[in-house]
């Protein structure tokens, strides 16, 4: 089902690794629901010394298309070329299919994460999430179970900012204007 509304990207810090993955599972399990549609994620995990490391999640639509076009590809091949021409076609359509993925990976932006590389406090584990199709009341009732998690960024509005904020308990100022949608 096609939108014209950008999808939502929110961001979370969490103080360990094992509280953003128990929210991802979270996450996961609302999708599973059908109370939203989970797009991409992604881990920032900033060590107390300040060095980053970012763990994407795997994105099924590079993979999956890299094994059609290969499945394809190797097909032809195999029917004009034997099995000489399998092998070659089908590495050649697996690595097309996987570049042609990334071309048009609607995921979240590489300038987002460099955003939350900066943004994130040492010692603690950022989880980016982009989604679709939300059941507002699920989710918050949900993020009710991560108290301590704060919202720290995003592209939710204002009134959706504090509703989370809420859920979670975070009581911090608020700052700074919401991040633009991360597609192009």
Same mark, same amino acid.
């Given at each position: 089902?096609?939108?014209?509304?950008?999808?939502?990207?929110?961001?979370?810090?969490?103080?360990?690794?094992?509280?953003?993955?128990?929210?991802?599972?979270?996450?996961?399990?609302?999708?599973?629901?059908?109370?939203?549609?989970?797009?991409? @994620?992604?881990? $920032?995990?900033?060590? *107390?010394?300040?060095? +980053?490391? !970012? &763990?994407?999640?795997?994105?099924?639509?590079?993979?999956?298309?890299?094994?059609?076009?290969?499945?394809?590809?190797?097909?032809?091949?195999?029917?004009?070329?034997?099995?000489?021409?399998?092998?070659?076609?089908?590495?050649?359509?697996?690595?097309?299919?996987?570049?042609?993925?990334?071309?048009?990976?609607?995921?979240?932006?590489?300038?987002?994460?460099?955003?939350?590389?900066?943004?994130?406090?040492?010692?603690?584990?950022?989880? @980016?999430?982009? $989604?679709?199709?939300? *059941?507002?009341?699920? +989710?918050? !009732? &949900?993020?009710?179970?991560?108290?301590?998690?704060?919202?720290?960024?995003?592209?939710?509005?204002?009134?959706?900012?504090?509703?989370?904020?809420?859920?979670?308990?975070?009581?911090?100022?608020?700052?700074?204007?919401?991040?633009?949608?991360?597609?192009?």
């Amino acid at each position: 089902m096609a939108s014209d509304t950008p999808s939502t990207l929110a961001a979370f810090t969490f103080p360990d690794m094992f509280r953003a993955s128990e929210f991802l599972t979270a996450t996961l399990r609302l999708s599973n629901e059908k109370q939203l549609v989970l797009k991409d @994620a992604v881990y $920032v995990v900033k060590g *107390d010394d300040g060095r +980053v490391h !970012v &763990e994407e999640t795997t994105d099924v639509k590079t993979a999956s298309a890299a094994m059609g076009g290969g499945l394809w590809a190797g097909l032809f091949g195999l029917l004009l070329g034997g099995p000489v021409g399998m092998l070659a076609a089908g590495g050649v359509g697996a690595g097309v299919g996987a570049i042609a993925a990334k071309a048009i990976d609607i995921g979240i932006s590489d300038s987002f994460v460099d955003d939350l590389r900066e943004m994130v406090a040492p010692g603690t584990v950022t989880l @980016a999430l982009l $989604v679709d199709h939300i *059941d507002e009341a699920a +989710v918050l !009732v &949900e993020l009710q179970r991560f108290e301590g998690a704060q919202y720290v960024a995003g592209n939710l509005p204002m009134s959706a900012i504090e509703a989370v904020r809420d859920a979670v308990g975070d009581t911090q100022p608020i700052s700074g204007s919401p991040l633009p949608p991360p597609m192009p």
